[in-house]
């Protein structure tokens, strides 16, 4: 059974620093590619970044380009999102996501989330 568990939200004063974490159990997490999402209040759940499963590639938003890395570690079952010089528009539910795509169907998996505040 997949298994994504996020951690690392909290408040922070804009301008500060956050890591998450996301520990992914029950499939093999050095074969898929991984993906940071995030939902704000009163809005639809938005891309945030992305890794594939080497490493080899990342992808990001616009919104966080230049401020947020995106890494894993395969040895420990990991996805990691650094978000650097924080704002209080990236006040959101982040949220791990991996998709299985299997003849022709895309599945989802989610984690519950972890809440980043950041607010003065």
């Known amino acids: 059974q997949v298994e994504l568990r996020e951690s690392g939200g909290g408040l922070v004063q804009p301008g500060e620093s956050l890591r998450l974490s996301c520990v992914a159990s029950g499939f093999r997490f050095s074969e898929f590619g991984m993906n940071w999402y995030r939902q704000a209040p009163g809005k639809e759940r938005e891309f945030v970044a992305s890794?594939?499963?080497?490493?080899?590639?990342?992808n990001y938003a616009d919104s966080v380009k230049g401020r947020f890395t995106v890494s894993r570690d395969n040895t420990k079952n990991t996805l990691y999102l650094q978000m650097n010089k924080l704002k209080p528009t990236d006040t959101a539910l982040y949220y791990c996501?991996?998709?299985?795509?299997?003849?022709?169907?895309?599945?989802?998996?989610w984690g519950q989330g972890t809440q980043v505040t950041v607010s003065s």
């Open positions: 890794i594939r499963s080497t490493s080899a590639k990342m």
């Open positions: 996501n991996m998709k299985h795509q299997s003849g022709g169907i895309t599945n989802d998996y």
